[in-house]
């Protein structure tokens, strides 16, 4: 078996050319004979253009890939646990300075014994008593030191650590608090374990298959034109990139997973989860201008996710009408800053909160209503996973008697890695 590279979409393009034949009539050089195809110039336009094709599945297949033995594999999701945690009963009865007892709804697995929560809606006054912070942000939030936890029924001992008492109608209801590191004494040697460290995530493998035959009566004919089996598997290979590239951003295997059965033949079959079945941040335009949107699109993207300050946009067709709508977008673009990486041709542009690489991609527009979405996918949390890696096999049917043709097998078992799902979105207009 011989494992597929990249080094044919690196060709250079001579452009299709016709083959001629010329001889001498009536004193003058003229084409004679019939135009044929000129099949290394083809093969080699059918080879490079794949990449503007599926930029998504070129990008995947030039950076890092994993490995994999397994028809599962897991990774960790994510790469920090989260800082917050909210309550939506606050405490009641009288308020004792020593501690109170709130029941956090979301979080409490995030929180350690020891460590130091902030309340940035409550202030903190001269007089050491809180109240609602004006604006919803404390110059001077409270703060508390957490001294015991149930994990079971989420109540939270907290302790008031900069406060010694609260105004009228206080009782942190409907509350965020955020994590503020781990104050222990000194004899401690170890802090208590959390109880949610980053889980772990998963995909499938989905194995694809494509078979390319040339009857042998077929490849008498078609050698009148220069056209034959290799051409063929230009082409197929072209269609399997775009294949796996839709697999990549529309798998799904989060339900069914392993325990899908083809009706048909009683077979288990794997599919692969791609970008849009993990759990990304969905982006709707709303009423404002598509620079508005835009803005309000890089503020989510950029903040608050461990993300990286460079991420990339691959929109449809219809979202690149709208981004010629845009003013800021098209004054970026005037700079004509354009990158080539991971063998992709990408516009750059910068932002206050981060840099966008840029490109269209077909995939997008062939899937209807798509074409008006794009992705932004963080480079640093997504990777492709490889059980087999692409590659073809020869068959010798002709010698085992089954048929009188040339056959040649497309090969591939991949799954997607995508970490950080939050720092990944899809942007809808």
């Known amino acids: 078996m011989t494992e597929i590279t990249g080094a044919s979409a690196d060709a250079t393009i001579q452009g299709t050319v016709g083959t001629h034949t010329t001889g001498v009539v009536d004193g003058a050089t003229k084409v004679t004979g019939t135009p044929e195809i000129n099949k290394p110039t083809t093969s080699q336009k059918l080879a490079k253009i794949g990449w503007s094709n599926a930029p998504l599945d070129t990008f995947l297949r030039n950076i890092g890939k994993a490995k994999t033995k397994s028809d599962t594999y897991q990774f960790f999701s994510v790469t920090a646990r989260g800082v917050a945690c909210s309550t939506t009963a606050g405490f009641t009865g ?3 300075p020593k501690s109170i007892v709130l029941k956090m709804t979301t979080g409490v697995h995030s929180l350690s014994k020891s460590g130091v929560l902030i309340a940035p809606k409550y202030e903190v006054g001269a007089n050491g008593t809180v109240s609602a912070a004006k604006g919803n942000v404390a110059i001077k939030p409270a703060m508390f030191h957490i001294a015991d936890i149930n994990y079971s029924t989420g109540d939270v001992t907290l302790a008031p650590l900069n406060f010694n008492g609260v105004a009228d109608g206080v009782t942190f209801a409907n509350t965020a ?46 050698k009148e034109v220069e056209y034959g089996l290799n051409d063929y598997r230009d ?11 839709m697999a990549a951003i529309f798998g799904g295997g989060a339900i069914a997973g392993e325990n899908f059965i083809d009706p048909v033949t009683n077979k288990r079959k794997l599919h692969m989860r791609g970008v849009l079945d993990f759990n990304i941040q ?9 620079d508005e949107y835009l803005n309000n699109v890089m503020e989510q993207m950029f903040s608050v996710n461990n993300g990286s300050s460079e991420r990339l946009l691959i929109y449809g067709a219809g979202f690149a009408t709208a981004l010629a709508n845009s003013k800021w977008w098209q004054k970026q673009l005037e700079a004509n800053k354009t990158e080539i990486k991971w063998g992709v041709t990408w516009k750059m542009v910068e932002s ?42 020869k068959l010798d049917l002709v010698s085992a008697g089954i048929r009188n043709s040339k056959d040649i097998v497309l090969e591939e078992s991949i799954t997607l890695e995508l970490t950080n799902p939050k720092a ?6």
């Not at 109880?195 to 008498?220: G, V």
């Not at 990944?424 to 207009?429: E, Y």
Request: charged share 20%; with cysteine.
């Open 94 to 96: 009288d308020f004792n």
């Open 177 to 222: 608090f955020f994590r503020s590191g781990v104050a222990c004494d000194q004899d401690v040697a170890i802090t208590d374990d959390p109880q949610a460290m980053p889980t772990k995530d998963h995909n499938f493998c989905q194995r694809m298959l494509c078979t390319i035959s040339e009857n042998m009566y077929q490849a008498m004919q078609d």
């Open 235 to 245: 082409q197929a290979l072209l269609d399997f990139r775009l294949q796996s590239e």
């Open 282 to 290: 969905h982006i709707f335009k709303g009423e404002e201008s598509i």
């Open 352 to 393: 206050n909160f981060g840099s966008l690489r840029g490109i269209m991609d077909p995939a997008l527009s062939l899937t209807g209503d798509y074409t008006n979405c794009a992705l932004i996918i963080d480079p640093a949390h997504i990777r492709l996973v490889e059980q087999v890696p692409l590659q073809e096999r």
């Open 424 to 429: 990944h979105g899809l942007l809808i207009l």
